[in-house]
């Protein structure tokens, strides 16, 4: 009799280990599964709050580069300062704005702003009036040459006629007859290395270009021109410098 109560006993205990350790299992199954499902949304809930134009927003930036749509055709800034441009007479003006992180949709709609004269040019390209310089836009739909610079943009090749650690001074050999100031530089011209394409072990150098052929590609305005002093021709801004 004794013994039949023993056996009865662990088996009660047997059957009650196999219970709780099966409770125990679906406990962490129904746990795991809800931690998966947690976390999940909370990477969909990042990804949604990763678009550009959330980013955008945030970060008080456009999502978009600048844009204007004129005539059916969106055109983005190339950055460059068109300095073939001479005629300050508009073709039209932009009328509309949209937020910057969006496209304009409508003729004469910008994303920067209103307000804004504009030329249509050639090839693809509208020039728009902004701070009294003619900037050069560019079809969306043509191909984005990053390494091609249009044709418009101030350009001459000269010779190298002495460099520093951080500067090269430069003469003039040829600039293209369209640039209404290529009898502007009689001088040496001082150019800083920012846009210089000659690097050395991944730093810009200027060592071994003494007598060498340069492109200079630049923005329009020119200073210290005059023959009278002594101080080297400056350009404003310098978009690249490319060794020959």
């Not at 976390?39 to 990804?47: A, G, P, T």
Request: aromatic share 8%; glycine share 6%.
């Amino acid at each position: 009799m004794k013994k039949n109560i023993l056996i009865l006993l662990l088996a009660m205990i047997c059957l009650f280990t196999a219970c709780n350790k099966s409770g125990e299992k679906v406990n962490n199954e129904n746990k795991n599964e809800s931690e998966s499902i947690e976390n999940k949304n909370e990477s969909e809930n990042i990804e949604s709050e990763n678009t550009p134009e959330k980013a955008g927003e945030e970060a008080g930036n456009s999502a978009y580069p600048p844009m204007v749509k004129v005539d059916g055709i969106t055109y983005v800034d190339t950055s460059y300062e068109n300095a073939m441009a001479t005629c300050g007479t508009s073709d039209g003006k932009i009328k509309t704005s949209v937020d910057g992180t969006k496209m304009p949709t409508n003729d004469d709609e910008s994303n920067f702003g209103k307000g804004y004269g504009y030329q249509v040019w050639e090839d693809g390209y509208i020039n728009v009036e902004i701070d009294n310089r003619w900037v050069l836009f560019r079809d969306i739909k043509l191909e984005d040459k990053n390494d091609q610079i249009p044709e418009w943009v101030a350009h001459f090749t000269g010779k190298v006629i002495n460099t520093e650690e951080d500067s090269l001074l430069v003469e003039k050999i040829e600039m293209d007859d369209r640039f209404i100031f290529k009898d502007s530089l009689t001088k040496p011209i001082l150019l800083s290395i920012q846009n210089l394409d000659n690097e050395k072990d991944g730093v810009i150098s200027t060592d071994g270009l003494e007598g060498k052929t340069v492109e200079v590609y630049f923005g329009g305005e020119i200073k210290n021109t005059d023959p009278l002093l002594s101080s080297p021709i400056s350009l404003e801004k310098i978009y690249r410098i490319s060794v020959k």
